[in-house]
């Protein structure tokens, strides 16, 4: 299950205490350690939609407090910083001070909650004056935003097109990603990110079936992801029985669910011409040219088409 809406709080590592202590001895003063820095807490935009699962038991995200300090001298050690990975397109709202962050870009990365400063000890704090305080100074606490976090993924193409149309196996082909296929309905459950080597982002929406805008199938929780997606890939599969119905199957639900989805540009993808003949192939092109859009005729098998495509994607 994708989870595209959280809330969560974020929050650095607090400073570690330093540490009041007297060492043994005639001649021996204080000699108590400050305390550690606390952890950062860093965020880090990744193409994987799926990271917002890693809230689903959990309400507080935390960096490790910086240790305390220790006698002789001894300095508490810093604390871990957290790298947390987010879904590019990810929308994170400070619910506290309603400060809003963006994530555009696969592998930015930012400081987002600095850890708390550590709490200095008895030996640092020696003076002409005083040459055996009696007193430390209170570590800081780490930075903590209690953060609303809403996927709403940014690509630069989505692979639309009913159940089964080929749509996961076109993304691994064309980028990195590795998701799952089989020859059976619904084996993406989720949408998927792959990026092109010149950091194009292509998306793999779920297969729509007819009453999708209603809710049937995956229902409506894919269809609002495709608003930020720019050039739609229609695939239909090339062995289709009727493959202008698909396109129009598809086309309907885009347009009830939201019209403005329906003025997208938009290529058609006759997907697995490995499974039909030449002639085939030709009887539906001629068969879509009446929708007026550009069609491209490709396959997983086919090296030349998969080129040609990442062409037009660049």
């Given at each position: 299950m994708l989870i595209d809406e959280?809330?969560?709080?974020?929050?650095?590592?607090?400073?570690?205490?330093?540490?009041?202590?007297?060492?043994?001895?005639?001649?021996?003063?204080?000699?108590?350690?400050?305390?550690?820095k606390g952890g950062d807490v860093y965020i880090i935009a990744s193409s994987d939609l799926t990271l917002l699962n890693q809230f689903q038991s959990e309400s507080l995200v935390s960096a490790e407090d910086g240790m305390d300090g220790g006698r002789n001298k001894?300095?508490?050690?810093?604390?871990?910083?957290l790298y947390l990975n987010l879904p590019i397109g990810s929308r994170l709202e400070d619910l506290d001070t309603g400060e809003v962050f963006e994530l555009k870009g696969v592998g930015d990365?930012?400081?987002?909650?600095?850890?708390?400063?550590g709490g200095i000890g008895n030996h640092e704090l020696r003076s002409a004056k005083i040459t055996t305080p009696k007193f430390t100074i209170s570590p800081k606490p780490g930075k903590s935003r209690r953060l609303k976090i809403i996927l709403s993924f940014i690509a630069d193409s989505g692979l639309i097109g009913l159940p089964s149309s080929g749509k996961s196996s076109l993304l691994n082909e064309l980028t990195s990603a590795n998701v799952k296929t089989a020859e059976y309905h619904f084996t993406t459950l989720s949408p998927n990110l792959?990026?092109?080597?010149?950091?194009?982002?292509?998306?793999?929406?779920?297969?729509l079936i007819e009453g999708a805008s209603k809710g049937k199938g995956l229902g409506i929780k894919f269809l609002k992801h495709i608003q930020k997606v720019g050039l739609l890939l229609h695939c239909i599969s090339s062995d289709s029985l009727?493959?202008?119905?698909?396109?129009e199957v598809v086309r309907k639900e885009l347009g009830e669910y939201?019209?403005?989805l329906l003025e997208k540009d938009e290529v058609i993808l006759l997907t697995k011409s490995d499974l039909v003949g030449k002639e085939e192939i030709k009887?539906?092109?001629?068969?879509?040219?009446?929708?007026?859009?550009?069609?491209?005729?490709?396959?997983?098998?086919d090296?030349?088409?998969?080129?040609?495509?990442?062409?037009?994607?660049?």
């Open positions: 959280v809330e969560v709080v974020i929050k650095a590592g607090d400073g570690g205490e330093g540490m009041m202590s007297f060492g043994k001895g005639a001649k021996s003063g204080p000699d108590g350690g400050n305390g550690g001894m300095f508490g050690r810093m604390g871990e910083d990365k930012f400081l987002f909650c600095r850890g708390g400063v792959g990026v092109l080597s010149n950091k194009k982002i292509v998306a793999d929406i779920p297969g009727d493959a202008l119905k698909d396109y939201d019209k403005k009887k539906l092109k001629t068969k879509l040219k009446t929708l007026k859009r550009k069609i491209i005729i490709t396959s997983i098998h090296e030349k088409s998969i080129k040609k495509l990442m062409e037009i994607l660049s």
